[in-house]
């Protein structure tokens, strides 16, 4: 192949992304997501505002809540997800939807991580600002007893679809989360939670 096909064919250069944005987050900022029996208060939490590449090719400034001990790790994954050009599609804190309803905000495609959301007995890391779900309609939670969520994700269980954000053991944009130390669920055998990204 010529010089001249390959400068014809390679990829435009990635986004410029602004620099991220960080401030402190109120309870009442917080809304639904957070109540007081909930495992960290929100003097622990930080708003994180970071610029993201959207399913529209466009780039778009998201915002995240997290744990204040994570902020700089996730500044620094969604820098590199930018780089990666791997595209999310919508990134709004979750007190956006009635309720806080994760379920809601999973259905809508809406990468979270702040909700103070219980798992058996205890909390969810969730509930600690250090989970974040990525693209969770492509990307859905499902376990051996066939709890699917979303609930409108069942399309996206077949793992061989080649839709846009879907996360794949293989894919680059899981690795920027796994080389840092952070856990993914689609990695799980029961739940497999394919949105799922956690440092504990
Ligand atoms: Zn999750």
Redesign the pocket.
């Known amino acids: 192949m010529s010089s001249a096909t390959i400068s014809t064919t390679r990829a435009a250069p990635p986004p410029t992304a602004r620099p991220a944005a960080v401030g402190p987050v109120s309870a009442a900022e917080l809304g639904a997501t957070w109540r007081p029996e909930c495992p960290v208060p929100p003097a622990e939490l930080r708003l994180v505002e970071v610029d993201h590449l959207g399913f529209d090719g466009g780039m778009h400034r998201g915002q995240l809540v997290v744990h204040e001990d994570i902020v700089d790790d996730v500044i620094a994954i969604f820098a590199d997800l930018t780089r990666l050009r791997y595209p999310i599609e919508k990134m709004r804190t979750v007190q956006n939807y009635p309720g806080a309803q994760d379920e809601l905000s999973m259905r809508d495609n809406n990468t979270s991580a702040f909700n103070c959301r219980p798992l058996g007995d205890g909390w969810?890391w969730?509930a600690y600002g250090r989970?974040i779900?990525v693209n969770p309609l492509v990307n859905p939670y499902i376990s051996s007893d066939g709890d699917l969520q979303p609930a409108t994700a069942s399309v996206y269980l077949d793992r061989t679809r080649d839709d846009v954000g879907m996360l794949r053991a293989d894919s680059p944009a899981v690795r920027v989360f796994t080389d840092r130390g952070w856990r993914w669920?689609g990695a799980w055998r029961d739940p497999i939670?394919y949105?799922?990204f956690e440092l504990p």
């Open positions: 969810s969730h989970a779900d669920g939670d949105q799922h």
